[in-house]
């Protein structure tokens, strides 16, 4: 599986925009990258996805880097509620199988 | 709109015994997916099935076993409890084609003491 690489943690204050990078030098071209957020003692939410264009959607927006090594996704206004572990996941091919890695805890100060 | 639903939610059970935690897709999905979350760990991948067969396999000891019904259900036994089998239990789904993101389940704490 091809392995992504995000900071251990990151913070900050509510209502300002938030950018969680992501590195995934190694990604292949079928590999679709995915965002997932865990609240604590919650199940993994699906945030976004994309293959090579930026994508938009209610909850964040997604921003691919042109030769696709690297993502970064953002969350336009952080709340209390965003405060969770961050994960970016990469999947591709036949398999389909989500592989967790270390997210980013991402604290969001009022 | 429907979620996967998981029960139940808390389940304690002593060393050596065995538990069945049950899955509900979301209506109309086919393929189910079981993860094991240890305290202060991240998800690890145990299982999953597809049109009621197996279609991966990850770190799954040899004490669970898991199935899914013609319903699309699934359930997760796991026998000779362990201590460390101590953990948040979810399952997802995904939809035909493997469309967009998975959707997972509130989870099932198992406490084994």
């Known amino acids: 599986d091809a392995k992504t690489t995000q900071p251990n943690s990151m913070e900050s204050n509510e209502e300002e925009p938030v950018h969680l990078p992501c590195n995934h030098s190694?990604?292949?071209?079928?590999?679709?990258i995915h965002w997932y957020r865990q609240l604590p003692s919650q199940g993994p939410e699906y945030v976004i996805h994309?293959?090579?264009s930026n994508v938009n959607n209610r909850m964040a927006s997604l921003a691919i880097a042109e030769d696709r090594k690297s993502s970064t996704l953002i969350l336009h206004r952080a709340t209390l509620r965003d405060a969770a572990v961050y994960y970016c996941?990469?999947?591709?091919?036949?398999?389909?199988?989500?592989?967790f890695g270390k997210g980013t805890l991402l604290t969001v100060n009022p | 709109a429907a979620g996967v639903i998981q029960s139940p939610r808390h389940l304690i059970k002593e060393k050596r015994e065995t538990a069945t935690l049950k899955c509900y897709p979301i209506?109309?999905?086919?393929?189910v997916y079981w993860y094991q979350q240890g305290p202060g760990q991240d998800p690890q991948f145990l299982i999953s099935?597809?049109?009621?067969?197996?279609?991966d396999k990850g770190s799954i000891p040899d004490r669970f076993s898991a199935q899914q019904f013609s319903d699309y259900h699934s359930e997760l036994n796991m026998s000779s409890l362990e201590l460390g089998d101590s953990a948040l239990y979810f399952c997802?789904?995904?939809?035909?084609?493997?469309?967009?993101?998975?959707?997972f389940g509130s989870g099932t704490r198992l406490t084994v003491v």
């Open positions: 209506p109309r999905h086919d393929t």
């Open positions: 099935f597809y049109e009621k067969m197996q279609s």
């Open positions: 190694t990604i292949s071209g079928t590999d679709y």
């Open positions: 994309g293959l090579t």
């Open positions: 997802a789904s995904i939809p035909p084609g493997n469309l967009g993101g998975y959707t």
């Open positions: 996941i990469l999947i591709g091919g036949s398999n389909y199988k989500l592989t």
